[in-house]
Structures are given as structure tokens and as C-alpha cells.
């Protein structure tokens, strides 16, 4: 529908231009509808007349035959005579008026002689007509002497026909609506134009509202078309795994889905509306000057490649200068997002003005790399639409030497260029110039179009390049759908690093039984979160294998992993929502009583009910207007409303005071009754109800035993068990 609309508006655009050519006969001839159509009633009579001379010629030559005759040569002489009369009478009329050559249009003169010499053009196409088509049989007959049965007379005269029956349909139409226009359309010029420009105003209106008609379907087309992209877009990027995420970065992700989209949502938006509308325009313009003139405008068109190949030059530095300042704003989101999620680091030390040069720098590195695609763009423009100038130019030029000395020839010295079929009249290069500088127009819109075009595809790239990344951790095909965890969990050899660096997890094995508690303890940095990280999947060991109830992780279905497994990471991440939703984020379909008792188990009951809201306070962004204890009792709620087979606790009482660490606690304790529990902590003091303690060091396990069994036999746990105590006692 959009394509039709723009093919409407383009017809009509050029229809508007093409309403120039009776404008001029308006205004230099004073001509009206009745004078055109009687005209071209008299121009069809003529084509009627000189066919019917051809057709006379070939009946000739039917009858007497192909071969030499007396007969042939006699009646070609009285042919080629017959014309040299005509011509020489209209010669000498004309000179009489002193119109220059034969079949230039008429000019005012005698009514009766005026007619008089129209009447003899007439008779002169007629015989020239017959001399032209005689000439014509004569070199068949002389290609077909020793063959006469090859000789194509009957195709000849069916061509002949089929002219004559298309001249007679046109002559019976303007037969036909003569007396309508006689009838009901003005005779005077003035009143003529003032028709024309009502005809002309109608299909502007017209175009106006094809126009609205297609903008209006763009807009619909390309805002689907987005919608579709960032759903699909943002499918691939929740399917990445989290070392996808490391790479790229948050402010990188955002830059992409904003400030990209952006980029490609102008350039859709142009593709479908000027990428579509405006070479139809051309097509429009360009069809009409190539009815009127063909060698004309083809020798007008001669800088068309020369045009092509600076717009294709100018949009390959586009594309470079455009990616280059996204990389750019890709920065200016990353400081965004590092200075105001870290807007108390950046007070309490005093680094506003550090902060001010960073943003400073990058957005002065913007605004240069802004400016140069600026350039690009401003220069192409005055670049194509000079190069579209000087096509006209060629055009008008070209036209003007045919005009002004009344020939079909541009002579060029050392050749000569046949650009017309016959004399043009001042009118018709005027229409053709016309039609020529209708295209301009629309090329000088295209070449801004080339610019955002190679915006958006250096956006595109960017975007398509995130959503061609495969992930790590895939789901292999026909996995296992994991049963609720029953039986163990094993480590075996299990080597880990981030992206194929140094490992950090070295040759891991543990076996931990369903429902019991693990507590993980060692210096900063010896793997205890890593080693944990592995078992959602987070990551793929390098060597050697975690299993589940006897299954290899990598053979089961992640979905089904995963809802076995509550976390509350160290770090508690809470979302712009309510309290409920919070709680409920890992199992929405939880009804009101079960948050509640979620939240009563977490200890969390008390300090939510006495919220403004309750359950349906909003919390700010990662949990603003909460303390770290509280964030800590929601997310622990969370983890217990999900009701996890397997649970891990990474720093869970660290953001809270003694009594938030001591409720905190106790709620765990009591949740980790039956479910296999992972406790990762420096707090000793929460290592009360581990059934067995797992002390690492450097990614290696280096102990495992109760409290009382690794303080015989650990100096690194009995050290680590020293600093607690000094520090519970400072």
C-alpha cells in the first residue's frame, strides 16, 4: 500500500511539471483545448493519409511484381517528383513569410494563407510519405533480387496496418470528444490558464494526500519494524552468558539499544519514505523527457556515473566517521552511568573535578568526531546537487544550439551529434528542461538520504554484531530436564578461568550429600564466588565435570538447573518496584499470603509493614531508601519464596549490623533444613551450623573438616580464625 501511494504521489508529481508544456502554448500561441484538439484531429488525419501512402506503394509493388521493371522506375521518378513540387511550393510560401525552413510550427499571419501553407505541409509529409516507403521496398528488392519468394511484402504491409488501425483509434477518440470540448471547456487563453491551474492545484491536493497517505504507512511499517528488532534484540542479549555481559559492559549495552536504534530507526524511516518515493519521482520525470527527446536526455544524463561513484565514496567515509562517533557516545553513556551509580565514592573523595575532565574529554572527542560527519554530509550535498546542475546545464545548452539554428544537429567540429528526430520548438525545450530539473529535486533529496542510510547501517552494524554473538553456555540438544535435587552434588577436577585466562579454580573435587550445609571460607580472591558461579551454569568448567544427582551440568536443560538453585549474592540487587514484586521476582505466581510468609521466615515482616506502603512501597533504584540489612532480608525472601532445592548464601549477613547479621542468621538457619545449603563467608561466627567447612586457598581447595578439625589441622584457618576473633574483640 505505502509503494502505491508513493508511485501515486510520483505520478502526479510529475503531472504537475508536465502542466509546463501548455502552460507555454498558452502563453506564446494563446492556444485553447478546441485548438489542440482540433490540431491533433488534423495530425491524426495526416498519419492516417501518409500510412494509406505507404499502403498504396506496397498494393504498387504487389502488382507489378519485385523484379526490374520500367514500370517501378517510371512511377518512383513521378513519386520523387511529385514531392520536389510539394516541397518547393511550401519553400516559397514560407519564404513569402519568412519562416525559415520547411515544418517549423506556424506564426500569425493571413488566415487563408496560414491555412494554405498548412494545408501544402500536409501534402508534403503525404509525399514524402510515399518516396520514403518506395525507397525503402527498393533496397528489399535489390536484397532480394535472386530470391523473390523471400521478399517480405505481406509482413510489410501488416506493420503498415496495424500503424494505420492505431492512427484511426486515436483519430475517432478526438473525434469523439470534440463537441464535449467545444461544449463545456473555455475558448479563451485566459480562462484556459485559469483551468489549467485549478487541474493543477486539484492534483497537488491530490499528491498532498497520497503523501500523508504514505508517511502515515511508513511511520506504521518502521515503528513495527523496531519493535520487532528491539524484542528480538533484546532476546539475544538476556540469552548471552555473564562473561558476554563483562565484555560489552552496561553503558555499551544501553549506547546500543538507545542511541543506535535511534540511528536505525532514521534510517528505516528514510528507506521506506525517500529510498522508495523519490527514485519513483525520477522514473516519473525521467520517462516523460525521454518520450519528448531520448538524445537529449541521454546526453544530459552523461555525469550520472560520475554522480553514482562520488555518492558511493562520500557514504564509505559516512559510514567510518558515523561508527566511530557511536563508539564515542558509547563512552559518554559509560561515564554517565559510572559517576552517578557511584555519585558517594565521587563526593566523599572529593573528585567532581576529575569526573568534570573525564566528561569533558569525551564529549570534545563527540564533538569532533559530530563535526567531521557534518562536513561529510553538508559537502556531499552541495556536491551531487552541482553535479545534478550541470546535467540541465548540458541539456539546455545542448537544446538551445538545436533551437536557435533550427537543425537536429549539435556540431561539435570534428563530428556531428543527431539530437532530435525533428526541429524543436523553444516550447518543447523548455518543457524538456522542465522535466530535467523535476529530477533534480528529488536527487538532491536522495543524497541526503545516502548519508543517514550509512547511519544507520553503521549502527546497524554495531547492533547486529551483539546479536550475532553466539554464548558460551548453550543448552545442548534434547537436555535433561532436571528432578528436584535428591541425591549429591559433585565437584570432580574441576579447572576454571575467565575466557580462557589464568584458572582460578585449579582442580577442584568435592561431593556434597542432599541437605547438607557447605560453608566455603579463604583469603580475598581464592574462588570461593567463581567456584559457586559454576553451579547455576553461569560459566563452563574448562576441564572436568559438575554433576547433579548424578547428571553432568552440561547435559541439563539450564531452565530446570537453575529453578533448583536460590542465590543471595553478596552484592543484593533490587529492582524500581514494589516490595511484593521484589519478593515475588523469582515466582510470580505467589499470592499475597506466600510473599508475607516469605518475608515472616527472612525477618522481614516487621520493617516492610512499616513502610509508607506497606508490600506495595516502591523501592528506589537497587534499593534506595533501604538499609543494606533490609536489602539483605528481602533478597533472602526471595530466595526462600522460590523454595530452592539447593541455596547459596554469598556474604548474606555482610551488609547488615549485629542485629540485622543475627536475624539474618537465624532465618537461614532455619531454611537450610533439608536443602543443600552453600554458605560463602568471612563472618567464622556463621559457621555455627555447617555441617563441613571447605577451606580454599589460591583455587584450590586446601581443607575440609568441621571448626574443630580444621583449627587442629590449618594454620591457614587457624590464622583466618585469629583475625576473626581481633576483630570481634576491637
Known amino acids: 500500500m505505502s509503494f502505491v501511494c508513493a508511485m501515486l504521489v510520483a505520478m502526479l508529481y510529475g503531472a504537475d511539471i508536465a502542466a509546463v508544456y501548455p502552460l507555454l502554448k498558452i502563453l506564446f500561441y494563446n492556444e485553447n483545448c478546441q485548438k489542440w484538439v482540433a490540431k491533433e484531429i488534423v495530425r491524426q488525419e495526416t498519419e492516417v493519409r501518409k500510412v494509406d ?11 507489378v511484381g519485385v523484379r526490374r521493371d520500367p514500370q517501378l522506375a517510371n512511377h518512383y521518378n513521378e513519386v520523387r517528383k511529385k514531392h520536389g513540387e510539394a516541397f518547393a511550393a511550401v519553400e516559397n510560401l514560407e519564404k513569402q513569410f519568412d519562416q525559415g525552413p520547411a515544418l517549423l510550427g506556424p506564426k500569425d499571419g493571413d488566415g487563408r494563407s496560414q491555412a494554405d501553407l498548412d494545408q501544402l505541409r500536409i501534402e508534403l509529409q503525404v509525399a514524402y510519405a510515399s518516396l520514403n516507403e518506395l525507397n525503402e521496398l527498393k533496397g528489399l528488392i535489390a536484397a532480394h533480387e535472386n530470391d523473390p519468394n523471400g521478399f517480405p511484402l505481406e509482413s510489410r504491409r501488416l506493420v503498415l496496418q496495424k500503424e494505420r488501425d492505431k492512427a484511426s483509434v486515436w483519430l475517432n477518440r478526438y473525434l469523439w470528444v470534440q463537441p464535449v470540448v467545444n461544449k463545456y471547456l473555455p475558448h479563451k487563453g485566459f480562462q484556459t490558464l485559469l483551468l489549467l491551474l485549478a487541474v493543477v492545484m486539484a492534483g497537488v491536493a491530490l499528491k498532498g494526500v497520497f503523501l500523508f497517505m504514505q508517511e502515515v504507512l511508513v511511520a506504521d511499517v518502521m515503528q513495527l519494524t523496531l519493535f520487532d528488532i528491539r524484542n528480538y534484540f533484546y532476546r539475544r542479549t538476556m540469552a548471552l552468558d555473564l562473561s558476554s555481559f563483562g565484555d560489552q559492559g552496561t553503558s555499551e549495552l544501553i549506547s546500543r539499544f538507545t542511541n543506535d536504534m535511534d540511528s536505525v530507526a532514521m534510517g528505516l524511516n528514510t528507506l521506506f519514505s525517500k529510498v522508495m518515493r523519490e527514485p519513483l519521482r525520477i522514473v516519473s520525470c525521467l520517462g516523460i523527457a525521454i518520450w519528448l527527446n531520448w538524445r537529449l536526455t541521454f546526453l544530459a544524463l552523461i555525469l550520472v556515473p560520475v554522480s553514482a561513484l562520488t555518492a558511493k565514496r562520500a557514504g564509505q567515509i559516512m559510514k567510518r566517521a558515523v561508527r566511530r562517533s557511536l563508539e564515542s557516545m558509547s563512552n559518554i553513556y559509560k561515564i554517565l552511568q559510572e559517576t552517578f551509580q557511584g555519585i558517594v565514592v565521587v563526593k566523599a573523595f572529593t573528585n567532581e573535578r576529575r569526573e568534570r575532565r573525564r566528561f569533558f574529554l569525551e564529549t570534545k572527542s563527540l564533538y569532533k568526531k559530530s563535526v567531521k560527519v557534518a562536513k561529510i554530509d553538508a559537502l556531499s ?17 545542448a537544446g538551445s544550439y538545436l533551437v ?20 524543436m520548438a523553444i516550447e518543447d525545450l523548455l518543457y524538456l528542461y522542465a522535466m530535467l530539473a523535476g529530477i533534480s529535486d528529488p536527487v538532491r533529496k536522495l543524497a541526503n538520504v545516502h548519508s543517514r542510510i550509512q547511519r544507520a547501517a553503521a549502527a546497524s552494524d554495531r547492533i547486529c554484531a551483539l546479536m550475532d554473538r553466539q554464548p558460551q553456555v548453550t543448552e545442548r540438544p534434547k537436555a535433561v530436564r532436571l528432578t528436584r535435587h535428591r541425591r549429591s552434588i559433585e565437584l570432580d577436577d574441576v579447572v576454571f578461568g575467565y575466557n580462557g585466562r589464568e584458572p582460578v579454580i585449579r582442580g577442584v573435587s568435592l561431593t556434597v550429600r542432599q541437605g547438607e550445609t ?3 571460607v579463604g583469603p580475598n580472591g581464592c574462588g570461593k564466588s567463581t567456584l559457586m558461579n559454576l553451579l547455576p551454569r553461569f560459566w563452563d568448567v574448562q576441564s572436568g565435570a559438575i554433576r547433579f544427582d548424578g547428571h553432568d551440568l552440561r547435559d541439563l536443560s539450564l531452565r530446570s538447573l537453575r529453578r533448583q538453585i536460590g542465590m543471595v549474592i553478596q552484592d543484593t540487587i533490587l529492582f524500581e518496584d514494589t516490595v511484593a514484586n521484589n519478593i515475588a521476582y523469582g515466582n510470580y505466581h505467589a499470592s499475597r499470603a506466600d510473599i508475607i510468609a516469605a518475608s515472616k521466615r527472612a525477618f522481614a515482616h516487621q520493617f516492610i509493614s512499616n513502610l509508607p506502603d506497606g508490600y506495595d512501597t516502591v523501592v528506589g533504584e537497587r534499593g534506595l531508601g533501604l538499609s543494606g540489612g533490609q536489602r539483605q532480608r528481602i533478597a533472602l525472601a526471595r530466595a526462600m519464596l522460590r523454595d530452592p532445592a539447593v541455596l547459596i548464601l554469598d556474604e548474606a549477613t555482610s551488609a547488615g549490623d549485629i542485629q540485622d547479621e543475627a536475624l539474618i542468621r537465624k532465618a537461614i538457619e532455619e531454611f537450610a533444613r533439608n536443602r543443600t545449603t552453600f554458605l560463602i563467608t568471612h563472618s567464622l561466627g556463621s559457621l555455627q551450623f555447617a555441617d563441613r567447612i571447605v577451606l580454599m586457598n589460591a583455587g584450590r581447595i586446601e581443607a575440609v573438616g568441621t571448626e574443630s578439625e580444621l583449627r587442629r589441622s590449618s594454620s591457614l584457618y587457624r590464622r583466618l580464625h585469629e583475625i576473626h576473633f581481633q576483630r570481634e574483640s576491637a
Open 53 to 63: 501512402a505507404r499502403l498504396a506503394e506496397v498494393d504498387f509493388i504487389s502488382r
Open 381 to 397: 550535498d552541495p556536491v551531487l546537487e552541482m553535479l545534478a546542475l550541470s546535467t540541465v546545464s548540458i541539456a539546455l545548452l
Open 404 to 423: 536557435l539554428n533550427r537543425t537536429i544537429f549539435l556540431d561539435l567540429g570534428i563530428l556531428k551529434l543527431q539530437l532530435a528526430s525533428k526541429p
Open 518 to 520: 557447605i560453608a566455603l
